[in-house]
């Protein structure tokens, strides 16, 4: 119910929004991603170990998760109906290209922030589709947002609809999380490692490996 969780909530929001005609109706009922196809990009992630679950709890037909080979148990176990491993699938995009060429996604949700998943989605992405990028910042965030949504097709821009998403955490969307959890949606939090408060900078190097599955905890000592 902290940011990972109210951060994948709100991304099922946002496709289930469009799917429905804005509004997120289908959000919480079990049945908003009723015949859908996802790929969650970084399914073993904090974020995206939560996405798949949520994706799969509201009825998607298909959920693909990206991650490596060493994960593909723990995200299957959430619900993923087939991984696709990066280190095996490189370039990744001609992999996706090749096997989902006919069956496009109607949603990519990049929990990684790769500029290339966005310009060959045209290949695996419906023309209406959604592709949702949550990885901020000025290299992977805003520069590639003001590219992807000003750079017209005419000039080389890709034709595909693309949305920055940066969370503001609020109550509202922690209760939704509360509620994916109730009703059996949300069934298990991913802890990648848990560190003492004083190897906190240890706990950070472990998240900058970008290898981290799940959250990386840092415990704080009450005593």
């Not at 955490?169 to 004083?198: C, H, L, N, W």
């Not at 190897?199 to 900058?208: C, D, F, K, P, S």
Request: proline letters at 3%; aromatic letters at 6%.
């Amino acid at each position: 119910m902290g940011i990972a969780g109210q951060t994948a909530c709100a991304m099922a929001r946002r496709v289930v929004g469009d799917v429905n005609g804005g509004g997120g109706d289908g959000v919480g009922k079990g049945e908003g991603m009723k015949g859908m196809r996802v790929l969650v990009n970084g399914a073993s992630g904090g974020v995206g170990s939560v996405l798949v679950q949520i994706c799969k709890g509201m009825g998607a037909e298909v959920v693909v998760g990206v991650c490596s080979g060493a994960s593909e148990g723990l995200v299957k176990g959430l619900g993923v109906d087939e991984v696709v491993d990066y280190r095996v699938h490189n370039p990744l995009e001609d992999h996706l290209a090749e096997t989902f060429g006919e069956q496009h996604f109607d949603a990519v949700l990049d929990c990684v922030g790769s500029q290339a998943l966005y310009t060959h989605s045209p290949r695996y992405l419906k023309p209406e589709g959604k592709f949702i990028n949550i990885v901020g910042g000025w290299s992977q965030g805003v520069v590639p947002f003001i590219r992807n949504k000003l750079r017209p097709c005419l000039l080389g821009g890709t034709p595909r609809g693309y949305e920055l998403f940066l969370l503001s955490a609020s109550g509202e969307t922690a209760r939704e999380a509360a509620a994916f959890v109730e009703q059996g949606i949300i069934k298990q939090a991913v802890i990648d490692s848990v560190f003492p408060m004083e190897e906190a900078i240890e706990a950070y190097e472990r998240l900058a490996t970008g290898r981290a599955k799940g959250k990386v905890v840092v415990e704080v000592d009450n005593s």
